[in-house]
């Protein structure tokens, strides 16, 4: 009965210590991703993206404040754990001013820097490609004054 107990003990121990598997990937390693993919420049704000799959394509939109003579650089980093992968787009109005994702060659770019020339709201608008589920994290940094 002693070996018994003393054999289950060992068993619980082991598991206990055991490495765990990886979880899925949180939106705060995300965003702390995407924080090193931003590189040098000063944190503004994160926006957290989670769509489902969608014909057309679902999209997730985000209002902000602009200053005008700012260096803005808007990042995104996409979930492993979803196929979709992230587009982010800059709009005034109507008209787009900016966008991670170029149609014409099929580059995505991890960021982009804008120069605001107006100071105002804007739109940021997030979407997945081809329509599939993801997650993903936008972050709006500063990179600096004119």
Known sequence: MRKILIALATVVFIINFMPKQ????????L???CGMVAGDATYL?????????????????????????????????NSKEYEGKVVLQ?????????TTHIIATGKDYPYIDWVCTKTGAYHLFFTFQDGKEGMAVGLLSMVETL
């Open 31 to 33: 965003v702390q991703i």
């Open 22 to 29: 990886a979880n899925a990937q949180s939106e705060e390693e």
């Open 90 to 98: 800059l709009f005034d109005n109507n008209r787009m001013l900016a």
């Open 45 to 77: 704000k994160d926006f957290r993206i989670k769509l489902d799959a969608g014909d057309p394509p679902p999209v997730q939109r985000f209002p902000i404040l602009l200053k005008k003579d700012i260096k803005y650089r808007f990042s995104v980093c």
